[in-house]
């Protein structure tokens, strides 16, 4: 397969470029007036060829959550993100009994070996009931080395990233212990002040850190008390952290996603979409692991409680790109790169999805002008087509 157009590959736009595929690799990328071979011509006017997304935050779509789910119902959830440009979905666990825990590692590390997930995200139960947000409080437990242990061996290795408060107890040993795994530490859902902050990320900076969809779940950043969020874009600042951004103008305004990018810059940025099962369907009630959810023009809060925290995300990736771009004022490049590449590194997985570079694998989105996408592409075979022969 042999695509030309506009392209994004190895951190460069090129106005006119040439992406050939074999079988589910990548095996050329470039400009095509590098290639000596014949090319075809270009696609569609307006249209860009940008590598397939990665999500690193995404708890379900399509009317089914990763919490709570059974095989089924996970797949066709990450099914409608890869349809929807998203190739590769780490799949968020909820706070819950250890017991319950265990029992979703377990099914969703069965789709890890099939190739559905790209790995598991535990986002709790280490974290802090003051900024639990929409996960069920009963189910936040203290930091507790034994039990991170059982539930990262009921990963089998497949656990990728775990969000934990910097205040809660055991906080070194549990990050310790996840990066001996090879596991992400993420912080996040704390309202640790920012020298304790400051602390958490001095001591887990030596490996791949992130910081849990930044500024939600999280003491607002105040002049005199800075707090967590102050901590993490200093850190991300210097290299040392990746920001997630749930930029849909519902977590975050959009001249704070411009802030970020402008301060850290995308290569320190991985936008997630924190999608749950209302993503992709209309307003209604739909499931976030125990609780029930309300979804009123998109956005979504816990049932029954008001105007309450929000509760995950209704929007897409490739939804969240076209915003940062339209909306925040991002360029194209930039806002790809921390949908792709950047998110990719985080997980370990740079050379193989998150680029459009020989050896990746071929994971690839046809968008518009508009942002849309026209085609995806996910290991070399097309799961959704809609351009012109």
Same mark, same amino acid.
């Given at each position: 397969m042999i695509l030309r157009g506009r392209l994004i590959t190895g951190g460069r736009l090129l106005p006119d470029g040439v992406v050939e595929t074999v079988g589910d690799r990548v095996v050329w990328a470039g400009p095509a007036s590098e290639r000596k071979d014949p090319v075809p011509e270009p696609a569609e006017p307006g249209t860009t060829i940008i590598p397939g997304l990665v999500d690193v935050h995404c708890h379900g779509?399509?009317?089914?959550?990763?919490?709570?789910?059974?095989?089924?119902?996970?797949?066709?959830?990450?099914?409608?993100h890869r349809h929807n440009g998203t190739t590769s979905v780490v799949g968020s666990l909820v706070s819950a009994p250890p017991e319950i825990l265990r029992q979703r590692?377990?099914?969703?590390?069965?789709?890890?070996?099939?190739?559905?997930?790209?790995?598991?995200?535990?986002?709790?139960?280490?974290?802090? #009931?003051?900024?639990?947000?929409?996960?069920?409080?009963?189910?936040?437990?203290?930091?507790?080395?034994?039990?991170?242990?059982?539930?990262?061996e009921s990963g089998r290795g497949h656990i990728r990233s775990m969000t934990i408060a910097p205040e809660t107890a055991h906080f070194a040993e549990l990050s310790t212990m996840l990066q001996t795994h090879g596991v992400v530490v993420s912080v996040g859902h704390t309202d640790a002040s920012n020298p304790t902050a400051t602390r958490s990320i001095a001591h887990s900076a030596h490996a791949p850190l992130s910081a849990t969809h930044l500024f939600n779940g999280m003491a607002p950043m105040h002049h005199r008390a800075p707090g967590a969020v102050a901590a993490c874009l200093s850190a991300a600042a210097r290299g040392q952290m990746v920001v997630e951004l749930v930029?849909?103008? #519902?977590?975050?305004?959009?001249?704070?996603?411009s802030t970020v990018f402008d301060l850290v810059g995308p290569h320190q940025i991985a936008l997630v979409s924190d999608a749950m099962a209302a993503a992709g369907m209309p307003d209604g009630r739909y499931p976030l692991g125990p609780l029930d959810v309300d979804v009123v023009a998109g956005v979504a809060r816990l049932a029954g409680q008001g105007d309450t925290a929000i509760a995950g995300g209704t929007s897409r990736l490739m939804d969240i790109v076209r915003r940062t771009v339209i909306h925040a004022g991002v360029d194209l490049l930039s806002a790809v790169t921390a949908a792709t590449g950047t998110p990719a590194a985080l997980l370990g997985l740079t050379g193989k999805v998150g680029?459009?570079?020989?050896?990746?694998?071929?994971?690839?989105?046809?968008?518009?002008?508009?942002?849309?996408?026209?085609? #995806?592409?996910?290991?070399?075979?097309?799961?959704?087509?809609?351009?012109?022969?």
């Open positions: 779509a399509g009317g089914f959550g990763f919490p709570e789910a059974d095989s089924e119902g996970s797949t066709a959830a990450a099914d409608h590692i377990d099914l969703l590390a069965s789709l890890v070996d099939d190739g559905t997930l790209a790995g598991i995200h535990l986002e709790g139960p280490f974290l802090s #009931v003051l900024r639990c947000g929409a996960q069920d409080p009963a189910s936040i437990l203290d930091g507790d080395p034994a039990l991170l242990e059982s539930l990262l930029g849909d103008g #519902v977590h975050l305004a959009d001249e704070t996603v680029d459009l570079t020989p050896g990746c694998r071929a994971d690839l989105v046809v968008i518009d002008k508009e942002l849309f996408p026209r085609a #995806v592409m996910a290991s070399g075979s097309w799961l959704t087509k809609t351009l012109e022969s």
